[in-house]
C-alpha cells in the first residue's frame, strides 16, 4: 500500500472562444494497494500525511510507454561506440554481414540486452516487443538470453519475445527452428519479406500462418518491399488473415509501401487492415524520406480509418543503423511533427501510438486515464499536460512501478539530464 501525493493530473479540455484548446489539470493525492489505484482524491481534501507519502512535487502523470519493434540480441548499445560498416545489397546486404558475427556477439549478449533494457526503462517504458533472431546460425541462442534477460527484469520491464527468421522463414524452418521456438514458447512468430527474402509471396505466407494456427500464436511480419510489391503483399497478409480467423493477432511492421502510394491507395488499404485489426508498427523514419524522395507511413490516414498504429524503435545503434535513443516519447514527437499534428488535442492523442493506445483524456476530453483499479504505473514528467510532454520531450522523468515511487530519478541516474533533485519519500 503506498500514497503520491501532488500528481497534476489531467482532467478535461477547455475549448476557448479564440479556437484554442487548453488542458485542464489538477493536483491529486493517489491511494494505491497491491500495485493498483484504490483512490484518487483531490489534493485540497487530503489533511494527514504520512512519513511514508511518496511526494510528486507537482510533476504530470502520464501512462508508461510501451515499445512494440525493438532489437535487443544486434546492438553495439552498452558497448563501445560503433557506427556502421557501409554494405551493398540493402535488407540481404546486412543479413549476409551478420552470420559473420552472431556467433561473436552472443559473450557480451546479456550485458548489452540488460543496458538497452535498462536504458529504455529509465526513459519511461514498461513493456516491450522484443525481436530475437532464429536463423540457422545461432538457432535459437538468442532467443534463450534475451528471455532470461527479460525475466530477470520483471516486473520493472514486462515484454513479449518474436521469434524473428532474420534470415528468410522459407530457409529457417527447413532446418525447423521455427517450430523449435514456438515449442520453446515464444508468444509471436516473425516473418521477413515473403517477396524478396523468401522468393514466394504464398508458400511464405502459407508456413507462417500455418505454423501461427498450429501453435495459436500472434504474427508480426517485417516488410520493408515497397511499391506495388509491397502493396500486394499486405493486400495477401489481410486475405491470410481472414482465412485463418486471426483477425487481431497479426501485425506488420514498417509497411513502408505505404508510403510509396497515394492517399486513396492508403485508405482502401487501411480499410482492409482496420477491418481484420491488423496492427502497422512504424519507425516514422527520416531517413527514408531523405534517401528514397518516398514519405514516411501516412499513420493519420491508417489512425483514423480504424487501424491500430505504434511507433515503435526498432534497432537502436546497432549494425543496421547508428540512430536511436530508446527514448519512445521523441519518437511521438516525430511523427507528430512529419505529419503536423501541431494542436493541443491533436498532439496529445499522437501519444497513445507509445502508450500501448492509452490517453489520460478523449478527443472530447472525457477522462479515460487513471481511473481507480487501474493499474499504478505511470512516468511522472515535468510538464503542464501531455500534449507539451509531446512537443517538447522533457528529459525529467520519475517512474512509478506497481505504486512504488522510483528513489533514483532520471536526474541522477544518468548524470547528464538537469532538472531537480527529487529527495523521496518525505
Ligand atoms: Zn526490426
Known sequence: MSTIRNILLETGYIWHDSGQVSTDTALFTLQTEDGVITAIEPQDSIVSVAASDYDARGLLAIPPTAEYHVHLDKGHFGGPWEAVVPVSGGVQGRIEEERGFLEDSLADLPERAAALMDHMASLGTTFMRIQVNVDPVIGLQNYEIVNQVLQDHAPRMRGELVAFPQHGTLVTESQGLLTQALEAGAPILGALDPASIDGDIEASLTTTFELANTYDREIDIHL?????????????????????????????????????????????????????????????????????????????????????????????????????????????????????????????????MVSGGVLPLSSNGELLWPTIGDEATMILTDASCLSEVVARIPRERVMVINGEMDRQPLAQRWGTFGGRAMHLPL
Open 224 to 352: 520493408h518491399d515497397g511499391g506495388d510489391t509491397g502493396i500486394y503483399t499486405i493486400q495477401r497478409i489481410i486475405n491470410y488473415t481472414r482465412d485463418y480467423g486471426m483477425n487481431g493477432r497479426v501485425a506488420i511492421s514498417h509497411a513502408f509501401a505505404l508510403g510509396h502510394v497515394d492517399d486513396q491507395t492508403v485508405f482502401s488499404v487501411a480499410a482492409g487492415l482496420a477491418e481484420q485489426d491488423i496492427a502497422i508498427f512504424t519507425t516514422q523514419p527520416l531517413w527514408y524520406a531523405a534517401s528514397f524522395g518516398a514519405r514516411a507511413v501516412p499513420w493519420q490516414i491508417l489512425v483514423d480509418t480504424g487501424v491500430r498504429v505504434r511507433v515503435v524503435s526498432d534497432t537502436i545503434n546497432d549494425h543496421w543503423s547508428p540512430f536511436g535513443s530508446g527514448d519512445l516519447i521523441e519518437r511521438a514527437s516525430r511523427a507528430a511533427e512529419i505529419w503536423s499534428q501541431v494542436d493541443e488535442i491533436r498532439l496529445a492523442n499522437t501519444y497513445q
